[in-house]
């Protein structure tokens, strides 16, 4: 790399430190209390020093990766070093993560974050390669994989690697720089004495009202928000994930429609907590403070439920990392009668690594099959319940099957969980009005390789005129990039939603702050967009097309309405997708091995093996395809697979 290319670089990357720069010795001790000194390793030839933190989400994924490079680089010359440098990260929380990743190579805390500043270190997880004079060669991150918001099956660079192996060859590092993403790293701050805005007098209302929902013990958010000492370490991060509008999640555009869930949060809370910030995130007179928040660690329904009814006999097992695909458990609650349902909640087992959870109704007789069915409840960290108002309730045909569908988020160390959802049963005789889930689908469409904004409507069309909509969800996959509802009504048309900035990782249903009366003749028209180009993170492959179909790497243009009707008024049945027969569920079948066939065949043998599938495939679904054991999976085996799953769905 040239001088003026690498100085362009060093500028736009804002490298902490100039490569090429030596590094001073320093001394940290690690959560034992033994003393480690740089210098203690001048025999080595290559440090690793990586700032890491306990409560961080990639730090957590990227704990066991680095734990792996060490074991590999040990013979090779090469020492790893970790550095901790976060207020709020205890010795006994360091020590915690070092046994809950099996960290073994050293793990030190820099209190005052000395070290840190002397690096110009920024985030967690953050490496510094460093040659045998202790020049610095490599700063950022470890390689691609896991990003903010996405985890990619597999990297698709390795530049803490690469950095390493070109060092112990005697080469110029190609890359010296690669920036790193993750969590600020809390440093000590000093703050404003004057400042008008503290976290007694403001900031704690603010994230009572907007974030310790779920950023509390036992929930999935990353860290705890509710007291000044962790609130106050996680200031930096906090502002970069309010002004990216990653946090509150909320994806609707404010411009069209008002919504009960909201979790907009105002400029003016905003402002304050940029100002807050910004002098240093001083603590004010804690008299002022807000009384703590008490949460119900049980049911939240009307009553205790009439029934619960678990995803699986046994617990899901999750990875300690990568990516877990969407998983469905379809299950018989055993309802020999119609059932009417006045209120659902879907809690987790396990909080700490289920995203969310999605129950759907398959009534008997259907072929549906993952997801695609009458929804009944949902989890999604902050919003779980669903309870109607009075006179209103959903029928659950008798002999029908419950579908939860999934969202398992890796924590870096290996997880159970055992969801269930409980049903508060109505008198049938006090029902007035039926809520249902109606369903707009389009199938016929294929997104262009490399397109970045490709367009595909579909229409809820023929709704009963006494309907009245309560919500929309809408579903997409990976490349899905916005989602539009528009009502179309005597020549006139008007925006209900708007999603400009879809975002897999957050099944939101909008609920309507008005529920809106459907009258003769109006339609509403989806419109989405999806993002096939290398600019989209999370694109499993630009260079495929893609068709409709169930798995993440395939794609989906599918709405959901809730509704109510007069109990009596209308005969109105979820919409189902008819049965097939023989012949055209042969056709679906080869039809899903060839497209599994040609993605995952890297060597073109016509046999797919655990190293040319996706991670979570060769560890949850290979030995249901590999039907004779052989560990290898063929085009009969596939095309036998889809046509059992069709059978399964059926029954």
């Not at 700490?352 to 999605?358: G, L, N, R, Y």
């Not at 008997?364 to 069915?373: A, E, L, R, V």
């Not at 969801?419 to 109606?438: N, S, Y």
């Not at 179309?488 to 900035?501: A, F, I, T, W």
Request: with cysteine.
């Amino acid at each position: 790399m040239n001088a003026l290319l690498f100085a362009a670089v060093l500028a736009t990357a804002n490298v902490p430190v100039a490569i090429g720069e030596s590094i001073s010795d320093f001394k940290l001790d690690d959560f034992s209390g033994k003393t480690h000194a740089l210098s203690d390793y001048r025999d080595r030839s290559v440090v690793v020093i990586a700032f890491l933190g306990t409560e961080c989400p990639l730090a957590k994924l990227y704990g066991p990766r680095l734990q792996e490079m060490s074991e590999r680089y040990a013979d090779r010359g090469v020492q790893f070093l970790g550095v901790n440098s976060n207020t709020q990260d205890t010795l006994a929380e360091i020590s915690a993560y070092a046994r809950k990743h099996q960290i073994d190579f050293p793990l030190l805390k820099d209190a005052g974050n000395r070290i840190a500043d002397q690096l110009r270190a920024k985030r967690t997880p953050e490496v510094f390669v460093l040659d045998q004079d202790r020049s610095l060669r490599y700063w950022g991150r470890i390689d691609d994989q896991f990003g903010v918001g996405y985890v990619r099956d597999e990297p698709t660079g390795f530049p803490l690697r690469n950095a390493i192996d070109q060092l112990l060859e005697g080469r110029e590092v190609e890359q010296p720089v690669a920036e790193s993403v993750g969590c600020y790293i809390g440093r000590v701050r000093e703050k404003v004495a004057d400042s008008e805005v503290t976290y007694s007098n403001q900031i704690a209302r603010i994230l009572q009202k907007n974030c310790v929902e779920c950023h509390r013990d036992g929930e999935i958010a990353p860290f705890t928000l509710n007291d000044y000492d962790s609130a106050s370490a996680w200031a930096d991060t906090i502002v970069e994930v309010v002004k990216d509008q990653r946090m509150p999640p909320w994806h609707a555009n404010p411009e069209f429609g008002e919504f009960v869930n909201s979790r907009l949060m105002s400029e003016e809370e905003k402002k304050q907590l940029f100002d807050w910030a910004a002098a240093g995130a001083p603590e004010g007179d804690p008299a002022q403070q807000p009384e703590p928040l008490t949460f119900t660690d049980g049911w939240r329904l009307p009553r205790q439920p009439d029934q619960v009814v678990g995803m699986s006999s046994t617990p899901f097992e999750v990875a300690a990392e990568d990516t877990v695909d969407y998983q469905y458990f379809v299950v018989d609650p055993g309802f020999k009668e119609d059932k009417w349902v006045s209120a659902a909640e879907v809690i987790p087992g396990n909080r700490s690594v289920v995203h969310h959870a999605i129950v759907f109704i398959r009534p008997p007789g259907s072929i549906q099959k993952n997801g695609i069915g009458s929804w009944l409840s949902a989890y999604v960290p902050g919003q779980m319940s669903t309870a109607l108002p009075p006179g209103q309730a959903m029928l659950i045909p008798a002999g029908s099957k419950f579908i939860f569908q999934m969202h398992y988020t890796p924590i870096g160390s290996a997880q159970q969980d055992l969801t269930k959802v409980g049903l508060v049963f109505a008198d049938p005789a006090e029902v007035t009005h039926r809520a249902l889930t109606l369903i707009s689908i389009n199938r016929k469409f294929e997104i262009p390789p490399h397109d970045p904004n490709f367009q595909a409507n579909a229409w809820l069309e023929n709704v009963p005129e006494n309907a009245t909509l309560r919500a929309i969800a809408p579903h997409m996959h990976l490349r899905g990039k916005s989602f539009r509802f528009v009502l179309h009504q005597d020549g006139e048309q008007k925006v209900l939603l708007d999603v400009p900035k879809y975002d897999f990782n957050w099944q939101h249903s909008y609920q309507f702050s008005e529920p809106l009366e459907i009258r003769d003749g109006m339609r509403i028209e989806c419109v989405a967009h999806f993002d096939n180009s290398e600019g989209n993170p999370v694109n499993p492959d630009p260079s495929q097309p893609v068709r409709w179909g169930d798995q993440t790497w395939e794609e989906m243009v599918v709405a959901y309405f809730g509704v109510t009707i007069p109990r009596d008024d209308q005969k109105i049945e979820i919409r189902q997708e008819g049965q097939r027969d023989q012949t055209q569920n042969l056709q679906d079948a080869e039809r899903n091995a060839r497209r599994i066939m040609k993605r995952f065949d890297k060597n073109e043998d016509g046999m797919l093996s655990r190293n040319e599938v996706p991670k979570a495939m060769a560890v949850f679904a290979f030995s249901r395809f590999d039907a004779d054991g052989d560990d290898r999976i063929s085009f009969e085996e596939a095309r036998e697979y889809a046509l059992r799953s069709n059978k399964s769905a059926n029954e």
